[in-house]
């Protein structure tokens, strides 16, 4: 009670003192808080500045602006989305990346003074001032953060099966309970109609559950194998160099695309943007990184040297005319009844092949007395469970 009494008097003798303390204590703290605030508006203003700075560079880009006598759409050359198509031009991310180290001098010197012929011709007719190439890079830039945009994702199908059993459910509640429609052969076609297509959706998708035909992919260097095999006639067998004697076909190295490329620097279609990439990856002494296009399930064993080496198979027999394609696509599906059906009606070169001639002397002899004349992979055990699934 003392003490309580003691505290009250020290308190209300020193009130002033305390009041004055309080007041300083406001004081200050809504000083920090004008600052914060004043801090937070520079803030905004400034990303909004930085927000209008790239709405103009993108509409530069796009050629929503006129600039000049002339306007260029940027993009029309360097996509700015996702495709699945083969441009040989840049992307726009790809000159953000290649580009993000350089200041906007160099950029607009490289812009409007091209050295190599490639951009030269591509770059004729562009006129841009120094500040609207600056906002074109501020734009570009962007992309190393936000990516390309993706497409939009397809629901329609499976828009259309949901509705399918809505529209089955509907009818057979309205059969059995509601019984709103009293003609019951109406509710009878609907389930059917409704019951067929919903099957052959499921049937269709679990027998493409795992199968990537015509499955294609832009690869981080864009190579061509029309470029190449047709156009420079290289065999394929110079870069697939084990396909006739082992497992995998092989993925040529960075040292052999050199090869070439120690003295070709520029290509007709990209000129020395995808070729640098090469060479920056020797030099750096690190491999190229590929994106596979045909792979078979893990459980499934596929030899190239028993089907190009024994076999003689032509490539184009599995991966289609790859030599008149720029990007190159899975052909077939890879698919087992697609392999048996092969394997079923494929006639071997039994006799004039070195592979069998130590092997299957029975088949030998039935040669020798003209009892048979051709064989299929099947009859030579083709088809048994265990030779790709051991």
């Given at each position: 009670m003392q003490l309580d009494l003691s505290m009250k008097r020290f308190i209300f003798n020193n009130l002033k003192i305390i009041s004055l303390f309080i007041g300083l204590f406001y004081f200050f703290d809504l000083q920090v808080f004008a600052q914060e605030v004043d801090s937070n508006k520079n803030l905004q203003s400034h990303n909004l500045f930085k927000t209008d700075d790239l709405k103009i560079g993108e509409r530069l880009f796009?050629?929503?602006?006129?600039?000049?006598?002339?306007?260029i759409n940027c993009a029309s050359c360097h996509n700015t989305t996702v495709i699945d198509t083969f441009n040989w031009n840049p992307s726009a991310l790809e000159i953000a990346i290649s580009t993000q180290y350089i200041d906007s001098a160099a950029f607009a010197n490289m812009l409007l003074n091209p050295l190599t012929k490639k951009i030269s011709e591509a770059h004729k007719n562009v006129k841009l001032s120094a500040e609207q190439i600056v906002l074109i890079k501020q734009y570009l830039n962007n992309f190393i953060i936000s990516g390309l945009e993706k497409p939009k994702m397809h629901i329609t199908r499976l828009l259309f099966f949901i509705f399918l059993i809505v529209l089955f459910v509907v009818a057979f509640i309205d059969l059995t309970f509601t019984k709103k429609i009293k003609f019951k052969p109406i509710h009878g076609l609907i389930m059917i109609v409704t019951l067929f297509f919903i099957f052959k959706i499921i049937v269709?998708?679990?027998?493409?559950?795992?199968?990537t035909k015509d499955f294609a992919s832009l690869q981080t260097i864009k190579f061509s194998h029309k470029?190449?095999?047709?156009?420079?006639?290289?065999?394929?067998?110079?870069?697939?160099?084990?396909?006739?004697?082992?497992?995998?076909?092989?993925?040529?190295?960075?040292?052999?695309?050199?090869?070439?490329?120690?003295?070709?620097?520029?290509?007709t279609n990209s000129g020395r943007f995808e070729i640098n990439k090469i060479i920056t990856n020797w030099e750096k002494e690190q491999s190229t990184h590929w994106i596979r296009i045909h792979k078979?399930?893990?459980?499934?064993?596929?030899?190239?040297?028993q089907h190009a080496g024994v076999g003689k198979l032509d490539c184009s027999e599995c991966h289609g005319k790859v030599e008149e394609s720029h990007?190159?696509?899975q052909y077939s599906d890879l698919s087992m009844g697609w392999c048996l059906d092969c394997h079923r009606t494929r006639k071997v070169n039994f006799l004039g092949n070195e592979y069998y001639e130590k092997t299957f002397k029975e088949f030998h002899e039935k040669f020798k007395k003209n009892t048979l004349d051709s064989l299929t992979v099947a009859e030579l055990g083709g088809v048994n469970c265990m030779k790709c699934h051991y």
């Open positions: 796009l050629g929503l602006i006129k600039t000049e006598d002339n306007t269709e998708d679990a027998i493409r559950l795992g199968r470029v190449h095999a047709t156009d420079n006639k290289i065999d394929c067998f110079y870069c697939h160099h084990t396909a006739e004697t082992a497992k995998s076909a092989g993925i040529p190295s960075t040292n052999v695309c050199m090869n070439c490329h120690e003295l070709v620097r520029e290509g078979l399930p893990d459980h499934v064993f596929f030899s190239h040297a990007l190159l696509r």
